[in-house]
């Protein structure tokens, strides 16, 4: 079980005061999504015939999901390309995309007008292959289970060497005469985790393979992601009308899920006052270029393929958007170059930052700014559309923090700094390497 | 190891192999083009003969309004609630007249509903096949039985024509369908078709309305545009237009001779025929994780020097 050490539970309060503020904040949202419920979505958003994704598709799904890749692409760095170096950053990775592909469940369900007939989507025959959507909705179901999935061994592990306080602690707050007997509680909590202390090895054993599969899926529903806007041929601007949709925005969650695994890290080494991961930090960055400048290459050549150039540079209100979301990645990258800035916490920050946004831009202008339904639509989100989003995204934030004060989840770096000193080579020998092993080659000891 | 070695870099070009497919799609598209069967059932609405009376209007709701849910319309100026006045097709319209002023002595008018592609964009992509297209009679219908409301045939109509009831706890999408359920079934015709007092609207199949009108543009070539707007757009449509203006002051797009729907399902079919590229995809990133980690668990010397 040496590999478990590898994680560490955050010590310190759950309930503190931005817990609360950010509680406020969600409950305001979801006061929105009840009038929704009631007076129909018309009631509290801007959408309408014309415009009818808003920015719930638009920010919590396409982009949503995108930012949520980090636990993506730090897997194909880990366990396809073999750096099992940045494998401390895979757990914080994954409980990011768990919560981030939650969101976008959840928004979709907001969303949907008549989501009561969702169902049809396990019914064979309604099945509709040709529609880009089924194959989003399909791949992404599946992935937030895989998600689950991976992150099972941290939950399972915490169950295992748990002394139950907590459990205890609310069974004494309880008044006498409600709360469970003190015996036969002790006893299922004991069968629990037993029943978790069996699972654990097993899982670890197969856990290989659905990560392989929490690496096939999201390449597949990004692809589609961008495949959706395919049939707007009428619609979208030219500048993002492509048959290179899928490709683009397949590489453009890669670069955001580095970026992002980057960003998460020194927020939250900032924010739990832990040291930060510099060294992993600076070779992931190190990666992103080669990603951002395949992107750049497709999107100019393609452009230049269809004799668009001219209207990126025309300098009017699409060619505006297409120049911010280009210049965001192409100078964001260009900062990663430079080997001193891919040391530096401050400019590491701020290149993963506008690789982030240009990224997302890139969505939005897909999906949003570069749409356009014929004369007289117009939208901009209501405050009650953005109200819901936020209250999600709080949401999110809120169970990141509760979970890795709960279950082992940030990299333990204690264990981290001794690897440093001793240097590289020892990393992989004796005891040590146990501990640097995936999840899913450790034996049931 | 911190530096990115070729062979790294071709691994993960590797693990973004599917989303290349997708290059090939981008240049494969060249046109196989599209079987249209002129044997479907259609409209053919002459905007010169329009008087703008608006009884197909109000035929097509009284008609649908139990079975599509439609719903007399009050205007803003409509205080007292005396006029059925929509000002757009919406969820409680299926069909609408409106008149376009050029100038004060040159207008003309035009109905909106559905357009009944030949191969429609929303059935191409409605994901729980609640769009439909009929077989024989190439009535695009809608189920709300099976709807999720994700409006995704919203977007991919290029004529803006499927609504939404936005107002509604119960949603549903709003348009046309030939009057399937409704006149068609009792009478065999469409309710505005057979309402219109001018003869504007005529119901019929594709090929007979193609020849008639062919031969009005013949018959009278000063009175029209010499086009019959549907024949070839978005890869034809069932409902054909007529009229003396440019049709796209009529407010009707232009759409080339391809269908949207070919062009976005030759790609998704690219990349996921026969589900060969997800599936080898899967298969060969299993290879390479359990190989690498193979490599950790036993052979420590010889990964780092592989690792290099
Ligand atoms: S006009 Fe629009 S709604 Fe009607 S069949 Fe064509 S794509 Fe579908
Ligand atoms: S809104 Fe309904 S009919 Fe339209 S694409 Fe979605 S499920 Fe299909
Ligand atoms: S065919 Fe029927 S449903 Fe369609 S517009 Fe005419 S009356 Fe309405």
Not at chain 1, 15 to 33: D, P, Q
Not at chain 2, 160 to 184: G, H, M, R, S, Y
Request: proline share 4%; glycine share 8%; aromatic share 12%.
């Amino acid at each position: 079980m040496g590999h478990s050490e590898e994680y560490k539970k955050l010590e310190g309060k759950i309930f503190t005061k931005s817990f609360f503020i950010l509680l406020s904040v969600v409950l305001l949202g979801f006061y929105f999504v009840g009038v929704r419920y009631v007076k129909g979505i018309g009631a509290v958003s801007n959408m309408s015939d014309g415009y009818p994704w808003g920015i719930w598709i638009t920010y919590d799904v396409a982009t949503g999901t995108a930012i949520a890749c980090g636990g993506y692409a730090v897997a194909i760095l880990v366990y396809i390309r073999n750096r099992m170096q940045y494998h401390p950053m895979i757990r914080s990775a994954i409980l990011t995309s768990m919560f981030g592909y939650g969101l976008a469940g959840f928004s979709v369900m907001v969303d949907l007008g008549r989501p009561w007939n969702a169902y049809n989507f396990f019914i064979p025959s309604k099945w509709q292959a040709n529609s880009a959507m089924f194959e989003v909705a399909l791949c992404v179901m599946a992935y937030s289970t895989v998600l689950i999935l991976e992150f099972l061994p941290a939950i399972l592990t915490s169950i295992e060497k748990s002394k139950w306080d907590r459990m205890n602690a609310i069974r004494n707050w309880l008044h006498p005469k409600i709360a469970p007997d003190k015996k036969t509680m002790e006893d299922k909590l004991e069968m629990v985790r037993l029943g978790a202390a069996w699972l654990n090895p097993r899982l670890n054993k197969v856990l290989i393979f659905f990560i392989v599969l929490g690496i096939t899926l999201p390449t597949m529903h990004q692809s589609s992601l961008g495949s959706l806007l395919l049939i707007a041929s009428t619609k979208l601007h030219p500048l993002w009308h492509t048959g290179f949709l899928p490709l683009l925005f397949l590489l453009n969650c890669v670069f955001i899920g580095y970026s992002i695994a980057i960003l998460e890290s020194i927020i939250s080494s900032y924010s739990f006052k832990r040291p930060f991961e510099i060294e992993e930090l600076s070779g992931l960055a190190g990666l992103i270029p080669f990603v951002t400048v395949i992107w750049l290459t497709v999107v100019i050549g393609d452009l230049a393929h269809r004799n668009q150039i001219s209207a990126a540079l025309k300098g009017d209100f699409y060619s505006g958007w297409f120049m911010t979301e280009f210049l965001l990645v192409a100078c964001g990258s260009l900062i990663l170059f430079v080997k001193k800035a891919r040391k530096s916490a401050r400019w590491l920050f701020i290149s993963a930052s506008m690789i982030v946004l240009g990224g997302a831009l890139y969505r939005f202008n897909v999906y949003l700014i570069g749409f356009n339904p014929g004369q007289g639509w117009k939208y901009f989100p209501s405050f009650a559309e953005v109200m819901i989003t936020v209250g999600i995204v709080a949401l999110e934030i809120l169970g990141y923090k509760v979970f890795v004060a709960l279950f082992p989840v940030l990299p333990n770096m204690d264990l981290h700094g001794a690897h440093k000193k001793k240097g590289h080579a020892k990393k992989h020998k004796g005891s040590e390497a146990d501990k640097t092993l995936p999840a899913g080659e450790a034996h049931a000891h | 190891m911190k530096k990115t070695s070729r062979r790294d870099f071709l691994k993960l070009a590797g693990a973004t192999g599917a989303g290349l497919l997708a290059c090939g799609a981008g240049n494969a598209l060249a046109n196989e083009g599209l079987q249209v069967n002129n044997d479907e059932l259609g409209m053919l609405y002459d905007a010169t003969k329009c008087v703008g009376c608006k009884a197909c209007m109000s035929a097509c709701k009284r008609v649908n309004s139990d079975y599509g849910s439609l719903s007399y319309e009050k205007a803003k100026f409509d205080e007292d609630g005396l006029w059925d006045a929509p000002s757009d097709l919406s969820g409680s319209t299926r069909t609408l007249i409106k008149l376009f002023k050029e100038s004060e002595k040159r207008w003309s008018y035009v109905k909106y509903s559905c357009m009944h592609c030949q191969k429609p964009s929303c059935v191409s992509v409605c994901p729980v096949s609640a769009m439909t297209k009929e077989k024989v009679s190439g009535i695009v219908d809608y189920n709300k039985n099976t709807c999720i409301g994700c409006r995704y045939c919203q977007i991919a109509c290029p004529y803006n024509i499927p609504k939404f009831q936005w107002e509604k706890a119960v949603p549903q999408i709003v348009k046309c369908d030939l009057c399937k359920a409704t006149n068609l079934r009792e009478k065999g015709i469409t309710a505005c078709a057979e309402t219109c007092p001018a003869g504007a609207i005529k119901f019929g199949k594709r090929k007979d309305l193609l020849e008639e009108a062919h031969q009005r543009l013949k018959d009278a070539p000063d009175k029209y545009v010499a086009h019959v707007y549907g024949e070839h757009e978005g890869g034809g449509t069932n409902h054909l237009y007529l009229a003396s203006m440019p049709f796209n002051k009529l407010g009707l797009p232009e759409i080339k001779p391809e269908a949207p729907a070919e062009f976005s399902e030759k790609i998704q079919h690219t990349i996921y025929k026969g589900f060969i590229a997800p599936v080898a995809l899967y298969s060969t990133l299993c290879f390479i994780a359990v190989k690498n980690m193979k490599k950790h668990q036993g052979h420590d010397d010889d990964h780092q020097k592989g690792g290099k």
